[in-house]
Each structure stands twice: as structure tokens, then as C-alpha cells.
């Protein structure tokens, strides 16, 4: 089984940058898919982004296309998310998650086999 654990999280200011990461281990990612989820008191956890190691295909929530990025780098068998510009309405716990590929980039939490434990990001205002 893979293991994730996620990093990077912190406080930062309206307009900031944070680059979270999320590092696997006990299985290479290359058979996986991998997306971020984040979860703010009181809502329903939501999808933010997922990427397919093998082919690179990646996806975004809505509400964070064109400012977050996703990427993977094999020889740290990590995947990142690259967030800019952050919003008051970005805070939450954000979770990586991965399932073994079936060559898609599944945006429905109920898919996805193995979650870290989260990093807290907090934007002030």
C-alpha cells in the first residue's frame, strides 16, 4: 500500500503563494492517480486538482484554475500543488489522495483509496 504524507502548509497573506507537497512512499506513483481535496469548517470536503502520473493529464476545480497549479516529480515520487494568489476563501485542510490508475483523473472523493493526514492553510484577511 502507498503511504502520503502532505507539507507546506502555513499562514499567509490575501495574495500570497504557499507550494504544498505531497510525498509518497511504500509504492512508486507511476500506476496512480492523485488529486487534493480541502476541507474549511463547516463545508463538505471538495475537489481542487488531480494529476495522472503516467500521462500528465490534469484537471482543476473552477475555483482555483489560474491560480494553482499541479505537478508531479518522479525522482521524489511527489506530487505538488502550487497555489498563487490566495483568497480568504482558500484556508482549509487540504488532503492528497491517490488510487491506482484506470487511466483517468477522477474528481469524486469516494474514488480515491489512500489520503494523508492534511497540511492547514490559512490565509489572513
Known amino acids: 500500500q502507498v503511504q502520503l504524507a502532505e507539507s507546506g502548509g502555513g499562514l499567509v497573506q490575501p495574495g500570497g503563494s504557499l507550494r504544498l507537497s505531497c510525498a509518497a512512499s511504500?509504492?512508486?506513483?507511476?500506476?496512480?492517480?492523485v488529486a487534493w481535496f480541502r476541507q474549511a469548517p463547516g463545508k463538505e470536503r471538495e475537489f481542487v486538482a488531480v494529476i495522472n502520473w503516467s500521462d500528465t493529464r490534469i484537471s482543476f476545480a473552477d475555483s482555483v484554475r489560474g491560480r494553482f497549479t499541479i505537478s508531479r516529480d518522479g525522482a521524489k515520487n511527489t506530487v505538488y500543488l502550487q497555489m498563487n494568489s490566495l483568497k480568504p476563501e482558500d484556508p482549509a485542510v487540504y488532503y492528497c489522495?491517490?488510487?491506482?490508475?484506470?487511466?483517468?483523473?477522477?474528481?469524486?472523493?469516494?474514488?480515491?483509496?489512500?489520503w494523508g493526514q492534511g497540511t492547514q492553510v490559512t490565509v489572513s484577511s
Open positions: 489522495a491517490a488510487k491506482l490508475s484506470r487511466d483517468d483523473i477522477s474528481r469524486r472523493e469516494d474514488s480515491y483509496d489512500y
Open positions: 511504500g509504492r512508486a506513483l507511476n500506476s496512480y492517480t
